[in-house]
């Protein structure tokens, strides 16, 4: 899993962000913006894909980071849109790495997050965001499916 984000090429042709709390709502607003961003920029094929994949980086990180930062702790979504790709980033307060662990029992009810992005992305990793945190990031593939 690599520790750095993938730079865009400089022909960038899209970017979105967005500050969610972290509850029901925020998560919900999670999905409804990610939906409407990838419908915004045409990219409906993607959109169950990629919302899976945010909901999913979001969850943990309001499981593993947020739930022992003190105060009302925000988390940071990102989308940057090039012509073949689209990088999906999760911004959190915690320093540490996320933790894969590929699937043990199906019958897991938690630990299963990681192994659905990298099952639906194309690759994913993290990197530090200083002065504090990391960011989670996926790319996932925009080109139509055949």
Aim: aromatic residues 6%; charged residues 20%; hydrophobic residues 40%.
């Amino acid at each position: 899993m690599p520790e750095t984000v993938p730079q865009p090429p400089a022909a960038l042709s899209a970017s979105a962000a967005l500050r969610v709390e972290c509850s029901r709502e925020g998560f919900a607003r999670v999905r409804s913006f990610t939906r409407d961003t990838l419908h915004v920029w045409s990219l409906d094929h993607c959109c169950d894909d990629a919302t899976l994949v945010i909901t999913e980086l979001t969850a943990n990180a309001a499981t593993h980071a947020v739930a022992g930062t003190p105060g009302a702790p925000e988390i940071r979504l990102g989308f940057l849109l090039d012509p073949t790709h689209l990088l999906v980033t999760v911004s959190d307060p915690d320093d540490h790495p996320p933790v894969y662990a590929p699937a043990g029992s199906s019958l897991e009810e938690n630990g299963r997050g990681l192994c659905i992005v990298d099952a639906l992305s194309e690759e994913w990793g993290w990197t530090p965001s200083p002065p504090a945190g990391k960011t989670v990031w996926a790319r996932l593939s925009t080109c139509p499916p055949l």
